[in-house]
């Protein structure tokens, strides 16, 4: 140990992560990284008096007070800017603080400089069957409603309840939770999607922002059970989720043209099928503790004797997130 620092890179998470910290530290605020086998080992506190000894210090954008940040740095250390959420969640006054004051950046973002996000997708070897013969046109024949969307926040950056307002006038929509007329407990959550799965052909996995990157378990939680995600978002989605496993609305010239083309694939067994091919090819693992060994890792390797800043993290990470938004009056998605 040199300088007072610990024999393990230590990570410090100076903010609290929607006001709640890891559950597995210990009363002191400190623990070994010690998840599904992370292939390096580093320590991860909470408790500030481990600032001047830490090696990464970790600030959540969600929960960031600008009045809050450290008023003194070691010359080692790699502060690092955290989120999972899209951009309008952080102020750009907050952000415009950050300049040249962030060494790494750890988001969803797939030119981050740590990859951190909701889903990890890896192909199955070998290959499985996951449905015996005729059990998968069982379940479509089941079905007998459109589509279900299940959604708290009403009013959304990226417009996604005027798009649905549109799309409703085409097809059957049943929407659940706070902002529609169906209920179903998001204390069972489980239970709900194997409803919607049972009933229904089609999930609306819609984004409450259309940003670069941004993909959520909106998606890969209907993935889990037997229908369709709709996707509605900024993310490049052959890159995010398994080969034909989903429907893109960007990809459609309108919410009427979305609608006529849902309508055929309901029909149409040949082609509902065609969705769930990948099934029995492709793992899917949710967010979990794993992504910290990214972070792990980056501090025992030469990245972290390099010099790094981001000069700009409100052009980083506003203004390249080129967020778009759905236009009722122009009917497109604008930026």
């Given at each position: 140990?040199?300088?007072?620092?610990?024999?393990?890179?230590?990570?410090?998470?100076?903010?609290?992560?929607?006001?709640?910290?890891?559950?597995?530290?210990?009363?002191?605020?400190?623990?070994?990284?010690?998840?599904?086998?992370?292939?390096?080992?580093?320590?991860?506190?909470?408790?500030?008096?481990?600032?001047?000894?830490?090696?990464?210090?970790?600030?959540?954008?969600?929960?960031?007070?600008?009045?809050?940040?450290?008023?003194?740095?070691?010359?080692?250390?790699?502060?690092?800017?955290?989120?999972?959420?899209p951009p309008w969640h952080t102020p750009v006054a907050l952000l415009k603080g950050l300049n040249n004051t962030i060494n790494w950046t750890m988001t969803y973002r797939l030119d981050s400089d740590i990859l951190d996000n909701y889903v990890t997708i890896t192909k199955m070897t070998p290959a499985k069957q996951p449905y015996s013969k005729g059990s998968l046109e069982s379940i479509w024949k089941r079905k007998f409603k459109m589509a279900a969307w299940?959604?708290?926040?009403?009013?959304?950056?990226?417009?996604?309840?005027?798009?649905?307002?549109?799309?409703?006038?085409?097809?059957?929509?049943?929407?659940?939770?706070?902002?529609?007329?169906?209920?179903?407990?998001?204390?069972?959550?489980?239970?709900?999607?194997?409803?919607?799965?049972?009933?229904?052909?089609?999930?609306?996995?819609?984004?409450?922002?259309?940003?670069?990157?941004?993909?959520?378990?909106?998606?890969?939680?209907?993935?889990?059970?037997?229908?369709?995600?709709?996707?509605?978002?900024?993310?490049?989605?052959?890159?995010?989720?398994?080969?034909?496993?989903?429907?893109?609305?960007?990809?459609?010239?309108?919410?009427?043209?979305?609608?006529?083309?849902?309508?055929?694939?309901?029909?149409?067994?040949?082609?509902?099928?065609?969705?769930?091919?990948?099934?029995?090819?492709?793992?899917?693992?949710?967010?979990?503790?794993?992504?910290?060994?990214?972070?792990?890792?980056?501090?025992?390797?030469?990245?972290?004797?390099?010099?790094?800043?981001?000069?700009?993290?409100?052009?980083?990470?506003?203004?390249?997130?080129?967020?778009?938004?759905?236009?009722?009056?122009?009917?497109?998605?604008?930026?």
């Amino acid at each position: 140990m040199n300088d007072g620092k610990p024999d393990l890179p230590r990570i410090l998470f100076w903010t609290k992560i929607y006001d709640d910290w890891f559950s597995d530290l210990t009363e002191e605020g400190v623990a070994e990284l010690e998840y599904k086998g992370c292939p390096d080992r580093c320590y991860i506190a909470n408790h500030r008096r481990m600032l001047k000894v830490s090696d990464a210090v970790v600030f959540y954008g969600h929960d960031l007070n600008p009045k809050e940040m450290p008023e003194e740095r070691a010359t080692f250390q790699k502060w690092v800017y955290w989120s999972l959420e899209p951009p309008w969640h952080t102020p750009v006054a907050l952000l415009k603080g950050l300049n040249n004051t962030i060494n790494w950046t750890m988001t969803y973002r797939l030119d981050s400089d740590i990859l951190d996000n909701y889903v990890t997708i890896t192909k199955m070897t070998p290959a499985k069957q996951p449905y015996s013969k005729g059990s998968l046109e069982s379940i479509w024949k089941r079905k007998f409603k459109m589509a279900a969307w299940a959604v708290t926040s009403c009013e959304t950056s990226g417009k996604r309840e005027h798009y649905v307002r549109e799309l409703r006038k085409y097809i059957d929509v049943d929407v659940y939770g706070y902002c529609g007329e169906h209920e179903c407990s998001r204390k069972n959550e489980t239970a709900c999607y194997e409803m919607f799965a049972r009933d229904y052909f089609f999930y609306l996995s819609f984004e409450n922002c259309i940003c670069r990157d941004y993909v959520t378990e909106k998606l890969f939680k209907p993935l889990r059970h037997d229908i369709i995600p709709v996707v509605y978002g900024g993310a490049n989605y052959s890159d995010a989720a398994p080969p034909g496993s989903y429907i893109d609305a960007l990809s459609f010239e309108s919410p009427m043209h979305l609608a006529r083309h849902l309508k055929k694939v309901a029909k149409d067994f040949n082609l509902y099928k065609q969705h769930f091919n990948w099934k029995g090819k492709y793992n899917i693992e949710p967010w979990d503790y794993y992504n910290f060994c990214a972070l792990c890792r980056k501090l025992h390797s030469e990245d972290f004797k390099k010099s790094s800043v981001v000069p700009d993290m409100h052009h980083w990470w506003n203004t390249t997130s080129y967020c778009r938004a759905w236009n009722k009056y122009t009917q497109k998605f604008e930026y």
